[in-house]
């Protein structure tokens, strides 16, 4: 398991009452059930989530499902939900 911090950006930053946190996982799903974990009273981070892309130390994730991303210890992971506008 990897150590990481997780930005959040826009409504995700609202959902999640916070800028940033750290967590641990060894891949993307991994770390997206610690987010949640961690705020069950946030029903609506869920939804944000789902909709959101993730960069992961600057580079798109892509396509690729969430348990095939491998996180790095020390990992950033910007959790970016759709914008107005694009």
Known sequence: ???????????????????????????????????????????ALKGVLARSSFLIDGEQAGARPPENVTMREGAVIEVLPPFAGG
């Not at 997780?6 to 609202?14: D, G, L, N, S």
């Not at 009452?17 to 891949?27: D, F, K, N, V």
């Open 1 to 43: 398991m990897a150590i990481g911090t997780v930005r959040y950006w826009a409504a995700a930053k609202q959902a999640a009452g916070g800028a940033e946190e750290t967590l641990e996982g060894g891949t993307l799903a991994d770390v997206l059930a610690a987010v949640l974990a961690r705020h069950p009273a946030a029903p």
